[in-house]
């Protein structure tokens, strides 16, 4: 993995060491923010998934993200986890929770979870429905006595306060499930349209800025690394980076759609799909054109870029806040 990470990074030999694939597109939660769980393209079927493990075998993929739209709503979810795991495939899967108690066998092979919370009670509740924070602790604490590894992805909006990331931080210490943060988009996700919960620019930047103080007190806790945060603080303005997206990522639609990035997705035709080009087809399109986008906003991503880029504020905090998920 080292040695094709390195080849990507300084010899252009570009491969889908990563690779987010949303299984399904349906829900079983309403989030206004969201574009993603409306359904259009149901649940990836027997052709796409065969495709997928079997390029993923073929291509050495180190690891695949199942997401979604509610991932654990997909009913071959757990032989979809063992058959990447048999092919060497290591799999992660992101969720709102809800069905993770009842979904822990399926989920017995994944190498973590990563679990939705926007804030605290009242804020998270109102965003996702009520009960749903309660959820995320249930989860949270399954996961923990089961054994899975878990980490916590909370978005900032116009209802986020200082409150609230004080709540996510201290929850994601509790629990040994460390925080990516980043802003509502002011799209929603996977459409053009718009997002009015989307946060006031100088509101999110001051609420960041509290992160990065918080990050001194719980420097495990939160994965942001504080150049990361340095960098969201720039939303939503244009802010280039190192792209690894058609580098060493790629996205895969329920359909098997792929896209250089999960940002594209709904918005930017795909680059091809896996039942006619295989895998590489963003590797190669990449390769072609050298593109970059200055809108890059998901936590992880950016750490991932900086990363890309050989940051060594990055690079040291991935190995201080590696916790057995990555
Ligand atoms: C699309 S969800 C899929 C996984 C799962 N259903 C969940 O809610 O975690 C993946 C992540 O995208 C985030 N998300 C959804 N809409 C967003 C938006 N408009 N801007 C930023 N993040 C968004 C969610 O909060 C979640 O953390
Ligand atoms: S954010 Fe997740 S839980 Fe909410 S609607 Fe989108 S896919 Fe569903
Ligand atoms: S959001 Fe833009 S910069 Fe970030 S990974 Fe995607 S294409 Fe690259």
């Given at each position: 993995?080292?040695?094709?990470?390195?080849?990507?990074?300084?010899?252009?030999?570009?491969?889908?060491?990563?690779?987010?694939?949303?299984?399904?597109?349906?829900?079983?939660?309403?989030?206004?923010?969201?574009?993603?769980?409306?359904?259009?393209?149901?649940?990836?079927?027997?052709?796409?998934?065969?495709?997928?493990?079997?390029?993923?075998?073929?291509?050495?993929?180190?690891?695949?993200?199942?997401?979604?739209?509610?991932?654990?709503?997909?009913?071959?979810?757990?032989?979809?986890?063992?058959?990447?795991?048999?092919?060497?495939?290591?799999?992660?899967?992101?969720?709102?929770?809800?069905?993770?108690?009842?979904?822990?066998?399926a989920l017995a092979g994944a190498a973590g979870i990563s679990l939705s919370l926007d804030g605290g009670s009242e804020?998270?509740?109102?965003?996702?429905?009520?009960?749903?924070?309660?959820?995320?602790?249930?989860?949270?604490?399954?996961?923990?006595?089961?054994?899975?590894?878990?980490?916590?992805?909370?978005?900032?909006?116009?209802?986020?306060?200082?409150?609230?990331?004080?709540?996510?931080?201290?929850?994601?210490?509790?629990?040994?499930?460390?925080?990516s943060f980043q802003p509502l988009l002011a799209v929603q996700l996977g459409t053009s349209d718009p997002n009015p919960?989307?946060?006031?620019?100088?509101?999110?930047?001051?609420?960041?800025?509290?992160?990065?103080?918080?990050?001194?007190?719980?420097?495990?806790?939160?994965?942001?690394?504080?150049?990361?945060?340095?960098?969201?603080?720039?939303?939503?303005?244009?802010?280039?980076?190192?792209?690894?997206?058609?580098?060493?990522?790629?996205?895969?639609?329920?359909?098997?759609?792929?896209?250089?990035?999960?940002?594209?997705?709904?918005?930017?035709?795909?680059?091809?799909?896996?039942?006619?080009?295989?895998?590489?087809?963003?590797?190669?399109?990449?390769?072609?054109?050298?593109?970059?986008?200055?809108q890059c906003w998901c936590g992880e991503r950016v750490e991932a870029n900086l990363m890309f880029g050989l940051d060594?504020?990055?690079?040291?905090?991935?190995?201080?806040?590696?916790?057995?998920?990555?």
């Amino acid at each position: 993995m080292k040695k094709d990470f390195l080849e990507s990074r300084f010899m252009g030999r570009f491969r889908p060491l990563f690779v987010s694939w949303f299984i399904t597109d349906k829900c079983n939660m309403h989030c206004l923010k969201c574009g993603r769980g409306r359904g259009g393209l149901g649940h990836a079927e027997a052709p796409v998934i065969d495709r997928v493990i079997e390029e993923a075998a073929a291509n050495k993929v180190w690891r695949i993200n199942l997401t979604g739209g509610e991932p654990l709503l997909h009913p071959a979810l757990g032989d979809i986890i063992e058959r990447l795991n048999h092919a060497g495939v290591r799999v992660s899967v992101s969720s709102n929770g809800l069905l993770v108690p009842e979904k822990l066998d399926a989920l017995a092979g994944a190498a973590g979870i990563s679990l939705s919370l926007d804030g605290g009670s009242e804020t998270h509740d109102a965003a996702r429905g009520p009960g749903s924070f309660e959820s995320v602790l249930a989860a949270l604490a399954a996961l923990r006595e089961y054994g899975i590894p878990a980490k916590i992805t909370s978005v900032i909006s116009r209802h986020t306060g200082e409150n609230d990331i004080e709540d996510v931080v201290k929850t994601a210490a509790e629990y040994g499930a460390p925080v990516s943060f980043q802003p509502l988009l002011a799209v929603q996700l996977g459409t053009s349209d718009p997002n009015p919960d989307a946060p006031d620019p100088q509101v999110f930047r001051a609420l960041i800025n509290h992160v990065i103080e918080l990050k001194e007190k719980f420097p495990r806790a939160i994965l942001n690394s504080v150049k990361g945060l340095r960098h969201l603080m720039r939303w939503p303005d244009d802010a280039p980076i190192t792209c690894g997206a058609g580098r060493f990522f790629c996205q895969i639609d329920p359909a098997g759609n792929l896209f250089a990035c999960g940002s594209s997705q709904g918005t930017e035709a795909p680059c091809g799909n896996i039942l006619q080009t295989g895998l590489m087809a963003p590797f190669e399109q990449k390769r072609k054109s050298c593109t970059e986008c200055s809108q890059c906003w998901c936590g992880e991503r950016v750490e991932a870029n900086l990363m890309f880029g050989l940051d060594p504020h990055a690079l040291i905090n991935y190995f201080r806040t590696r916790h057995g998920y990555d």
